[in-house]
């Protein structure tokens, strides 16, 4: 052998330098979506805590982008901002939301193989859970806003838990239903990958 053959290669890696114009509006499109679908759907939803689903679009954000923590903290931020335009108990989503963005993100970096064939199911799997994180920073915060005093409504824990675990699972399959398409559509190979 060579001696250039026996030489390390070096891998040069890209270091990004934050989200692009393309990022930002994809981000700023899939809130919105959310924010309708949220609107809508939730309207049959007559009382208490209600299925969001601008969840679901900062998840699919998060796994379309791939961005820095920071960056996916302020996506997390911006999705409390536009939930706080809809009828419920004011700023919690200002909490939770940024909570989910963040778990979305960490999950992102577990290089877990989970496909059937050419599916990815890691969007299935991460969406659910980072959609429990959020559902269950919201109910404990609501709930010790409650106990200290504040003036909140709550619901049995059990119909909250239905919520969110319904909310969950719905998120899951728009995720699901959704990454693939949009991601080949913006030109990007369809990988479940850890974060670069």
Do not use: W
């Not at 979305?104 to 193989?113: G, H």
């Amino acid at each position: 052998m060579s001696q250039e053959t026996m030489q390390k290669r070096t891998i040069q890696s890209k270091s990004r330098k934050g989200m692009s114009v393309t990022d930002i509006l994809l981000v700023g499109v899939l809130l919105a979506a959310g924010a309708v679908l949220k609107l809508f759907v939730g309207a049959f939803f007559t009382a208490g805590m209600k299925p969001n689903f601008i969840i679901a679009m900062y998840c699919l954000a998060i796994l379309l982008i791939r961005p820095r923590l920071s960056e996916a903290l302020i996506i997390g931020i911006l999705a409390g901002i536009v939930s706080q335009f809809f009828p419920g108990t004011p700023y919690l989503n200002l909490i939770s939301e940024p909570i989910g963005a963040v778990v979305m993100y960490l999950l992102m970096l577990i290089p877990l193989k989970l496909d059937i064939g050419k599916i990815p199911l890691k969007p299935v799997f991460a969406t659910f859970i980072a959609t429990l994180s959020s559902g269950f920073s919201f109910l404990g915060v609501l709930y010790l806003l409650f106990y200290a005093g504040a003036e909140v409504s709550t619901m049995p824990v059990a119909v909250f838990l239905g919520i969110i675990l319904g909310t969950a699972a719905i998120n899951a399959i728009i995720v699901e239903v959704l990454y693939v398409p949009i991601k080949l559509a913006l030109g990007r190979k369809a990988t479940n990958d850890p974060v670069q």
